[in-house]
């Protein structure tokens, strides 16, 4: 059986599901190539918008039985689910950002400092000081050039990206330490049609073991972003870590115009709560 693969047709996104096929071991697959409206914003130079224009082109295609399985970059899917589809996160690479250096130096707060993402634009104000923040749309490829063109000193970029088209050993960088956004460097799969075939069963069965064992506590942070209403593209970031007692905790910053507030919870509720304590929620909105 052939399985029919939905994604975007990037470089990267070819990239993640290349990672995808080798990692389930598929050896007969077809790839459905997408455009989706996130591809044609961000080729007009948009920047503020929801990320899960990414993804929602590509659902269409699986609720119409044109592909079987969809590979997205998970950072991108929105914190509600489709109805019809099922889908798992499989983690594979850093969740990491970058600050990616024009020539070989060390960051200073007068370089202009280019990212297209909101939360990066202030973790870089409140953490680097940094002075000249501008926007920067396009690819991987695209960003990479005006880099090099000296349209900007520095960018920042995720790890994982650069990992899965090996370009690390190319570029002068350094490694952020500050939480990213929930879902970075993990690939989002979801899968709809006829999960009956003995291919489809093995898929179902194999990404729910890789999901349950590493990939649920992104759903969990999701529910979280949700419960906040705070989208892709909001001025959040989120991880998961483990304590000394095994409990699996959620924190993160929220990042707003002038001040930001770290949060941490052991539950959907007890974050939320630590959220609303430090007032994360008027800081969030005041980008809206």
């Known amino acids: 059986m052939t399985i029919k693969i939905a994604t975007r047709s990037s470089k990267l996104a070819l990239a993640q599901v290349n990672e995808f096929v080798k990692k389930f071991e598929i050896s007969e697959f077809e790839i ?140 002068n960088y350094e490694e952020m330490g500050w939480s990213t956004a929930s879902g970075q460097g993990y690939l989002g799969i979801e899968i709809s049609g006829d999960k009956s075939t003995d291919v489809m069963k093995f898929l179902s069965a194999s990404l729910k073991k890789h999901h349950e064992t590493f990939g649920k506590t992104i759903s969990t942070e999701r529910e979280i972003l949700k419960s906040i209403n705070a989208g892709c593209n909001s001025a959040i970031s989120m991880q998961t870590r483990i304590n000394i007692s095994s409990e699996l905790i959620y924190s993160g910053e929220i990042y707003g115009k002038e001040k930001y507030i770290s949060y941490s919870g052991a539950s959907v509720e007890e974050t939320i709560k630590d959220i609303k304590k430090h007032n994360g929620l008027k800081l969030l909105n005041e980008h809206y």
């Open 32 to 171: 459905v190539k997408i455009k989706t409206e996130g591809d044609e914003k961000s080729a007009k130079g948009e920047f503020l918008f929801d990320k899960a224009y990414f993804v929602s082109d590509i659902q269409k295609i699986l609720l119409k039985g044109e592909a079987d399985i969809a590979v997205h970059s998970a950072k991108d899917t929105p914190a509600e689910e489709r109805d019809n589809l099922t889908r798992y996160f499989i983690p594979s690479k850093s969740q990491k950002d970058i600050l990616i250096f024009r020539e070989k130096t060390e960051f200073n707060k007068k370089m202009k400092l280019g990212t297209s993402s909101l939360r990066r634009q202030f973790q870089a104000k409140h953490h680097l000081n940094a002075e000249n923040i501008f926007n920067l749309s396009g690819n991987v490829d695209t960003r990479l050039e005006k880099l090099s063109k000296g349209e900007y000193d520095c960018i920042i970029l995720a790890k994982a990206g650069l990992e899965r088209l090996d370009l690390l050993d190319e570029i």
